[in-house]
């Protein structure tokens, strides 16, 4: 619960960074696709192994690739299909940059008004 608390704190930064910069409403709803593309190039649906080439060369810088192989590894109780504390490594440096990529916008947004 930890782990899937820390990706939500990242996400919601990266929603509330560009609700911010932008100030659209309807640019924030833009964020779906963006999860979306880094579901798809993590492994979430399949091993990595199976990956095509150049998605497997992505997921490398994917955060969400160790956040769900950490989440694997835990619900299976097997270290082998991931690294639980990669996981929360990852999802806690999600969730520091974006929360100061937002701050940052708010600080920005509060600036200009």
Same mark, same amino acid.
């Given at each position: 619960?930890?782990?899937?608390?820390?990706?939500?704190?990242?996400?919601?930064?990266?929603?509330?960074?560009?609700?911010?910069?932008?100030?659209?409403?309807?640019? =924030?709803?833009? /964020?779906?696709?963006? &999860?979306?593309? !880094? #579901?798809?190039?993590? *492994? @979430?649906?399949?091993?990595?192994?199976?990956?095509?080439?150049?998605?497997?060369?992505?997921?490398?810088?994917?955060? =969400?690739?160790? /956040?769900?192989?950490? &989440?694997?590894? !835990? #619900?299976?109780?097997? *270290? @082998?299909?991931?690294?639980?504390?990669?996981?929360?490594?990852?999802?806690?440096?999600?969730?520091?940059?974006?929360?100061?990529?937002?701050?940052?916008?708010?600080?920005?947004? !509060?600036?200009?008004?």
């Amino acid at each position: 619960m930890v782990l899937g608390a820390l990706t939500a704190v990242g996400i919601a930064g990266v929603a509330a960074a560009i609700a911010l910069r932008t100030g659209s409403l309807s640019l =924030l709803q833009s /964020i779906f696709p963006f &999860v979306f593309v !880094l #579901l798809f190039t993590a *492994p @979430a649906f399949f091993p990595q192994e199976l990956l095509a080439p150049v998605l497997r060369d992505a997921s490398v810088y994917n955060p =969400l690739t160790y /956040i769900v192989e950490g &989440v694997r590894a !835990l #619900l299976a109780g097997d *270290p @082998a299909l991931g690294n639980a504390w990669a996981g929360f490594a990852a999802a806690g440096g999600l969730a520091v940059a974006m929360t100061v990529l937002a701050t940052l916008a708010l600080k920005e947004r !509060l600036r200009t008004q």
